[in-house]
């Protein structure tokens, strides 16, 4: 049976994505059943069974064709091993006989005839021969088996510029921006890349690239980020700016080694999905107030905290958006600078050439501004010199890596900035996270009241005068892809660093202290912001205790 007939007859390829491939193939070349996986229309899991059906040769299914100890048979010793396991070819006892993914090889093929070999051959998954190849070979061929020579090289630049890379690659972003995805993952799992989106905060699966696209489009990722294409060992970081659909797009690559392969992320920084306004960030009314009483200091320091991926660049942007004015000189530090801001004086560190957060915020002082944005304190000398940036008149926003509020006082200690300098530069602490929106559409009335009972919801409530809550849980829908979210907005934590902060050391003691303090103050915690917001039919219980547990 010739591969055409096998592939409609047996493997279900309708006529029409034959023709198709067909025709690409007549105008660009490659071979048939390879450019129907990767036009979607053949599974490549189904690769190996056409194979062993096309040829009629055996088709392995048995880790066990290799016992454990297996060494490299005599008659192929003269081959380069390491150029085998490269390609997934691996010699068996019988003379001239392999075990291959790909049996139509034809580097392999050719290289074989050239020393006088006419291969037999067995056929079996790429993942049961790569696993095959991680038990039975050594570290120092695997990690040769990751170099890449010259003219290798330059065959994966050709086939990164080729159209099925292209297309795919283009395909995967545009599905990102579709999604309103924040990060693109592709990742090596069992011998495959594996495709993850996060939205709203949450990861979520996509498949898997096809295994003959998956060096040349991380290939394309990293000549498109100016990285190196032969260099596996070692993290590298990149960015591409690009256009598609219309929308400006900046994106921050990151190439992370490991030891099976690389793990590539893809931050997608869309210009024109930004807004900088407090409406937007979904703050609570009376948090709201506090915190546009302290924009109106001309002088002391105002801190977020929370991990990475809590808003906390956004939130501070959209404050200095209110502050910005031709009466006053906004500089900020960043690393790196992810938004243009207009009227604003943006610079971008760089440790490579010893211009560090320290080093960059001495330079900014000497300009005169009236407000100053670091993007984070993370050392002594940093934190030192904004508090004493604050306390020669300027207004400092910044960002420290905490839990919640009052930790952010222990870990300016821990820096090893005095308590005099906290308690004089200080105006308020706030942290912060990201709740998904539940989706207006599908959201169904929670009527669950053990758990409202467990966490003391009718307290919180009737501090808040909220005699009717509304409660709604996350069912998924068209509109919210079947997720029961769409969106996100912020619950924040407020700590203003009043008298009775001031007076309280520092210590062991001073996080249940300030606790304590900020409740009797009206205050609420993140959790409690969270609920409060559940109550108000806006986000679920459930995503509340998500994020903040």
Known sequence: MNLEKLLVEEFQVSTVDLEKAKNYQQRFGGRLEQLLVNMGSLSEDALPNLFSSLLSVQLLTDIDVLSEDYELPEWAAALDVQYLVKHSWLPLPENAHFICADPFDWEVNQYLLQNDYEPQFSIASKDLINGLIAEHFNQETAEKSHTLNELEEDRLRELASEAPTVNLLNSLIAKGLKLKASDLHLE?????????????????????LPSTLSLPVISRIKILSNMDIAEKRRPQDGKIETKIAN?????????????????VVLRFLRKDSVTYDMDVLGISPDIRQKISQDLKSTAGVILLTGPTGSGKTTSLYTFLNELNSDNVKIITLEDPVEYQLEGINQVQVNSEIGFDFAAGLRSIVRQDPDIIMLGEIRDQETARIAMQSALTGHLVFSTVHTNDAPSAYTRLVDLGVEEFLLNAAIISVMAQRLVRKVCPH?????????????????????????????FVKAVGCEHCDNNGYKGRMSIMEYLPCDDAIRAMDKDSYFIPEARAHNK????????????LKASQGLTTIDEVLRVCS
């Open 247 to 263: 929308i400006e797009l900046d994106i921050r690559v990151s190439a992370l080694p490991l030891n099976k392969g690389e793990s």
């Open 188 to 208: 090596p799992v069992a011998g495959r890349y594996r495709i993850r989106y996060r939205v709203d905060g949450v990861l979520n699966d996509d498949g898997v």
């Open 442 to 470: 599908c959201a169904v009335v929670d009527d669950e009241t053990e758990l409202h009972e467990r966490l003391n919801i009718a307290e919180l409530l009737a501090k808040a005068n909220i005699a009717s809550p509304k």
């Open 520 to 531: 009797a103050s009206g205050n609420r915690t993140l959790l409690e912001d969270g609920l």
